[in-house]
C-alpha cells in the first residue's frame, strides 16, 4: 500500500530549469563558452559539477580543478541570487494541493532532488513544511541515474521500498527510482520516459487516487 512519495524538485514541483540556464549562460558569456537550450536540455536532473563536465566538454575545452571550482561558485552565487525571484505561485498546478492531501491521509513525503538549494528554493516556494524530509544530496555518494538519493529519502521517512512512489522528470531519475526497486511516476512523455510505470504530462493529473492506482498496479 502507498505509504511514502518521494519527489523530485526541478521539473516536478517547480520550474528551476529556466533559473538554472540563465545562471549557466551569464557564467558561460563571462568565460568564453558556447551554451544554449539544447545543451541545457543535456543538464535537467544533473548536478552542479557534471553540468560543469558536459559544458567544457561541448566547448572542447579542458579547465585545471581550481578554474572549475572557482566558476561553479560562480554559478552558484548567480543561481542562488536569480531564487528571490521565485514565489508561492510558482508551485507547479496541483502539486501544492497533492502534498496537502498526502500529509491529511499520513502518507510520507521527502524530497530527492539533486539540487544542493533544495530546502531553500522550497521555503521560497513556501512548501518546505509539508515535506517529512529532505534527502541530503552531499550525503549520497552516487548521483542519479543509481538509486541512492531515492533510497535514502525512503530511509528518512521510515517507508519500506515497496510502499513509495518516486515522482521524476528526467530519464536518469526514473531508472534510479527502477533501480531502488520502487513504482516510477514520470513527468513528461512516454517516449522520453519509457521505463515509468506511467507518465503525466501536466502535474494536475498527479492526485493521490492517481498514485493509489499506480502502487496496486
Ligand atoms: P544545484 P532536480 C537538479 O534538480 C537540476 O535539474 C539540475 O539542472 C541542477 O544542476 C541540479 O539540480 C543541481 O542543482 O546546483 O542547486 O545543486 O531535478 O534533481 O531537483
Ligand atoms: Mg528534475
Redesign the pocket.
Known amino acids: 500500500s502507498l505509504q511514502g512519495v518521494l519527489f523530485?524538485?526541478?521539473?516536478v514541483i517547480v520550474d528551476?530549469?529556466k533559473l538554472?540556464f540563465l545562471a549557466w549562460k551569464a557564467v558561460s558569456d563571462e568565460n568564453g563558452l558556447h551554451f544554449d537550450e539544447e545543451v541545457n536540455q543535456r543538464?535537467?536532473?544533473?548536478?552542479?559539477e557534471a553540468?560543469l563536465e558536459i559544458i567544457l566538454e561541448h566547448n572542447k575545452v579542458s579547465w585545471p580543478d581550481d578554474k572549475k571550482k572557482q566558476v561553479l561558485k560562480q554559478k552558484?552565487k548567480a543561481?542562488v541570487a536569480s531564487l528571490d525571484t521565485l514565489t508561492p505561485d510558482d508551485v507547479y498546478p496541483g502539486m501544492r494541493e497533492l502534498l496537502v492531501d498526502l500529509k491529511k491521509n499520513s502518507i510520507k513525503t521527502a524530497l530527492a532532488?539533486?539540487?544542493?538549494?533544495?530546502e531553500i528554493v522550497c521555503l521560497k516556494l513556501g512548501i518546505l513544511d509539508l515535506f517529512d524530509a529532505v534527502a541530503d544530496v552531499r550525503k549520497v555518494q552516487v548521483s542519479k541515474p543509481e538509486p541512492d538519493i531515492f533510497l535514502a529519502a525512503a530511509e528518512q521517512i521510515g517507508v519500506w521500498y515497496t510502499n513509495c512512489i518516486g515522482v521524476e522528470d528526467?530519464k536518469a531519475g526514473i531508472t534510479a527510482i527502477k533501480k531502488a526497486g520502487m513504482k516510477a511516476v514520470g513527468i513528461g512523455t512516454e517516449q522520453g520516459l519509457p521505463e515509468a510505470d506511467a507518465v503525466l504530462s501536466d502535474t494536475r493529473e498527479l492526485t493521490l487516487d492517481f498514485l493509489q492506482k499506480v502502487i496496486e498496479s
Not at 523530485?8 to 521539473?11: A, K, R
Not at 543538464?43 to 552542479?48: E, F, I, N, T
Not at 532532488?113 to 533544495?118: D, E, F
Open positions: 523530485d524538485l526541478d521539473g528551476t530549469a538554472h543538464l535537467l536532473g544533473v548536478s552542479r553540468s552558484n543561481y532532488s539533486a539540487s544542493k538549494n533544495a528526467a
